[in-house]
């Protein structure tokens, strides 16, 4: 497989099998959306992704608008990773740097199956992430963890 599969639901199977690499080294502009700081920690510290790779989390006090003019103004193909919290975040930057993701870039969001398991305590974040993924023209969830076929 040299692309992730659109508008689906990706069912990894094997943890480790290079899905998220895959995100990372296909030949398109993407947003990879992840639920925890360090899985961006440790891609974004790979020799293999490190002048590839832009990780974006946390509270700055542009709202990423200097990294993100950097990174895009010396790399020819955008690769974005950032947390479900950072993703409207990062959409709303693009945006307003004339960028228009939601046409121009593939959304995956990895580890799908936390949408469901922390809905409970996490409700605002997956709530404001699902309303950025409908904005998307194409989007693939990835999860290796199984969730019932109901949900």
């Given at each position: 497989?040299?692309?992730?599969?659109?508008?689906?639901?990706?069912?990894?199977?094997?943890?480790?099998?290079?899905?998220?690499?895959?995100?990372?080294?296909?030949?398109?502009?993407?947003?990879?959306?992840?639920?925890?700081?360090?899985?961006?920690?440790?891609?974004?510290?790979?020799?293999?992704h490190k002048d590839i790779l832009l990780g974006?989390?946390?509270?700055?006090?542009?709202?990423?608008?200097?990294?993100?003019?950097?990174?895009?103004?010396?790399?020819?193909q955008i690769k974005i990773m950032t947390t479900?919290?950072?993703?409207?975040?990062?959409?709303?930057?693009?945006?307003?740097?004339?960028?228009?993701?939601?046409?121009?870039?593939?959304?995956?969001?990895?580890?799908?199956?936390?949408?469901?398991?922390?809905?409970?305590?996490?409700?605002?974040?997956?709530?404001?992430?699902?309303?950025?993924?409908?904005?998307?023209?194409?989007?693939?969830?990835?999860?290796?963890?199984?969730?019932n076929r109901e949900y």
């Open positions: 497989m040299d692309k992730l599969p659109e508008n689906t639901v990706l069912n990894k199977g094997l943890t480790g099998c290079g899905a998220t690499t895959l995100a990372i080294q296909e030949k398109r502009d993407t947003i990879i959306a992840v639920p925890f700081t360090a899985l961006i920690d440790n891609k974004t510290a790979n020799p293999d974006l989390y946390g509270e700055t006090p542009d709202d990423f608008r200097s990294e993100i003019t950097a990174y895009v103004d010396g790399h020819p479900y919290d950072s993703l409207p975040k990062v959409c709303s930057t693009l945006t307003a740097l004339r960028y228009d993701p939601y046409n121009r870039m593939h959304l995956a969001i990895d580890e799908w199956h936390l949408l469901m398991m922390n809905y409970g305590f996490r409700g605002n974040t997956i709530r404001n992430l699902l309303a950025e993924a409908k904005h998307f023209k194409t989007v693939t969830y990835m999860s290796a963890t199984p969730i």
